[in-house]
């Protein structure tokens, strides 16, 4: 019972939490939504009972023809005011406003999302709500505003009409009563069997989200293409529609038998077998009422009864099944980050040391520890390389310089102040970052590598220089790159979009750069550039990269080797080579390789 009860509060919290979200970016759409809607049907709601009385009144009077003539030019004259403001309400200013709308909730998502904590990512429950908001928030919010307009329509249908019906026969309200008492228990269980079938198909839904994303990402088009995946996945989404259907059919079997005895079995009985009985007794045998009285009983009380159904089965669903995407909504806008920010906002002009101190690592929601016990000081203006082997917890070490994760335990500290203390934004502002898995934007050149919409032209162009990209594209640095935008935008190759990446690391004014293997992509004139740009940056920067070409580590002032999450040697290639540990040993299986 507490349940049930709690499970209708929260849907009507969480339909009112949209409500007002709806209210507070766009206020006309719910004002307008409201009124129009009542003021378009009204008159149509009204004809069926008040207009019909007064026309079959008159006939039955038998005089008074320009009364009917009067009484229609009226409701003409009503029809048509009503008809332009809603046609102008519907065609112009709900589009503008919907736009508005949706832009508030993406922004509103993108916001949340962009300030959220890196390693909410790696928490699927997280990354499902967000997948879920992004995808379904535009249409739910119309739903609700769509439902709220009904219910608010119905509702004063009910008033209107009821009133007349009052002031014909209340015992027809009686009939209506009882109608109603029958429709609105049946109504809940229908509700309460929908929310059970929403919940079974947010799963199913969500893969087939996933579907979708794999046949429209060009990151997976060349897969699709070449590897036979297509068949496997569609043989999956096929699996996924057939789970949907076995998944559906026991609550649609249920839910029909209750809106046949809903509908059907009450409207019947009470309102056309009942109401017309009664009435046409009135009208015909005591002759209490006249035939006007009778056609707008009828007829109202069928309409009243439709508006319960409505209210009760319809938008009780509704607002029950958006209440639990929007629940997703909240739960993903009040998802609390977990990394707190400092308040020192310094961004160092010139580098300075970073030193780890004890630092272990594990990743949030998982027990093994990937780096153990590092200890390592990066003296300013040094070129730093990190190698090892794949899974050695290099990318993690950047990671945690680059507070996208908080230590396990130890210190990470600049300058001996703990990079905990640091406002996050700012703190960011200290590094460029090149990842292996880096984007490029729909944007030009010049966004791209200034990551800001007034690049500075020159220090544009020296940024290519040094990272190599000397292709001559047709508008210069305002090209646009990717076809979203433009459908001349420029494609570039992998090692020229690396190159991009790269030439981002150096525009960026800021005393750390951190290359995650700048060089994969890179043909080896590119890569020998890469490493004297490298060498002159290094004048104004401090350089951490990740590289597993052990040619480019030669140029590096330091080397750290990693296994198994620990520094396992440390020193400059001479000194590393005539260590003649395990980096001597993979830098000659290379060399032996290009010799070949
Ligand atoms: P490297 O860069 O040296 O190849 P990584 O730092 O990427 O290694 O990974 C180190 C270890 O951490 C690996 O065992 C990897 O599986 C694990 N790991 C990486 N990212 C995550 C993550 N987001 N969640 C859990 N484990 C992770």
Redesign the pocket.
Known sequence: MKNKKKEKVSSLKNYVYMLKFISKHTPLLVVGYLLIDVLGNLPWTLSNVVLLKYILDVVADGTGYERILFALIFFVAFVIITNLLTTVFYEITMPKQKEKLYYAIYRTIYEKAAKMDY?AY?NPEYYNDLVLAMNSMNERAYSVLSNTQSIFTEFIGIVTIGAVIISIDPVCLLFVAVCVAFMIPVGRVIAKINVKRTEAMIPLDRKNLYFSRVFYLQDYAKELRLSGAGEMIERRYNKNIFDRIDTIMPFLSKQWKLYFCQEALPMTLLIYLGITLLMGYKAIVTKEIGLGDFAATFNGATSISNSVFAITSQFAIHIRENGLYIEKFRKFMNAKEKMISGSNTTVFEKPVTIKFQNVSFK????E?Y?LKNINLELTPYKKIA?V??????????T?LILRLYDVTEGAITINGVDIREWDIKEYHKNFAAVFQDFSLFGATLGENISMDDKPDEKRTEEALEKASFYRELPNGTDSILLREFDDDGVSLSGGEAQKIAIARAFYKDCPFAIL?EPSANLDPVAEYSLNQSMAKAADRKTVIF?SHRLSTTVMADEIYM?EK?EIIEHGSHDELMSLDGKYAYMFRLQAEKYKK
């Not at 899974?391 to 993690?396: F, L, R, V």
């Open positions: 390693e790696d990743y949030p929601g998982t093994k990937v990190l090892g082997y794949n899974g050695a917890g290099k990318t993690t070490l990671n995650d990740i990693l999450g």
